[in-house]
């Protein structure tokens, strides 16, 4: 009855995060000289105290905690193991520490309270599920190093939206080498088109995922635009497709670029606008008394959405094509604010 009520009482207890677990473990193991046993780290350290039991069946955290150690050596703390000379070879009689000396920063690096605030914060902006364990890393060994992530410093903690909800489904098939399914919906189309794709690499340009692969229909290579890409992404079981090339990831950044570069728009802007603000800083050329700047682009579509979103303030000079989109985009806003246009 005994033992329920305790077994009981752990489980409602509240889960620990795992990055509270490992920094309460590094903190444990910096301030100890001699070393802790492995039985003083899981009755001790905050984590593992609140489930370990006493009188034995502590398998489960002991498994824990050798996935901890290899977490913190892969942060690039140097957790030490050391022997005990009356016991040689008994790994119950093993102790743990991190020496401070070797974990501390070299003495040449330095940084200032706001550097370290934004250090912490941003380690904090990484929220979405794919990269939790990255932030979650981050943070462990910030706060190792005495970093306080919620320093006040800014007054509000950064967020990001790092992804679109087609990203993970796709990375997921990416490390498997499994064909996705998705359907994909390209300017100027009414309907979302079925794809299947060979995923090869996930690259970030210009702020927006792009997923470059193998079209298995086309039989040809293609990058697509995730925002793009409408409803679920289906994995496809089977055998696993031949790896792409190594450099995958470098060659379809390279084309996104190379087209950007290719793309070439000359723009009026009002003086003053919040538009030449912003085109400004992108600005290639600029010839500031009449009021044009030259930018290169890389999606036409999502540069007409840009544009048409700075109203009067800016004119497209050139190319015509885009001049056309952004209009098309104005006169469709017009057109639902007409009297009695239905909303």
Known sequence: MIADVASSKRSGEP??????????LVLALLA???????????????????RYDDRGGNANLERQFERDKDEIRDLGIPLETIESPDRPGDNQALRYRIPKGDYDLPVDVRFTPDELALLGLAAEVW?????????????TKL??????????????????????????PIRQALDKRQRVRFRYL??????????????????????????????????????????????????????????????????????????????I?????????????RLGKRAVEADDDAGVIRLHYTDAAVFADELA??????RVLSPSTLRDAVRERLAAVAATHRPGADR
């Open 15 to 24: 889960r620990i995060p795992v990055e509270d677990r490992l920094f309460s």
């Open 32 to 50: 100890t000289e001699t070393g802790l046993l492995k039985s003083e780290i899981l009755s001790t350290v905050r984590g593992y105290a609140e």
């Open 127 to 139: 929220r979405e599920a794919s990269l939790s364990s990255d932030s979650q890393r981050a943070l």
């Open 143 to 168: 706060r190792s190093l005495g970093i306080e992530p919620r320093e006040p410093v800014i007054g509000y903690a950064p967020r990001l939206r790092v992804r679109e909800a087609a990203f993970e």
């Open 186 to 263: 390209k300017p100027g189309e009414r309907e979302p088109r079925l794809r299947t794709v060979e995923p090869h690499a996930v690259v970030l340009h210009e702020g927006r995922w792009h997923l470059h692969g193998r079209d298995v229909d086309a039989g040809a290579p293609r990058t697509f635009l995730l925002s793009r890409i409408v409803g679920d992404v289906q994995s496809l079981a089977g055998r696993p497709f031949d790896p792409p090339p190594a450099d995958v990831q470098d060659r379809a950044l390279a084309d996104l670029r190379a087209l950007r570069q290719a793309n």
């Open 265 to 277: 728009a000359d723009l009026a802007v009002t003086a003053g606008s919040d538009a030449e603000v």
């Open 309 to 314: 979103s700075y109203g009067p303030e800016v």
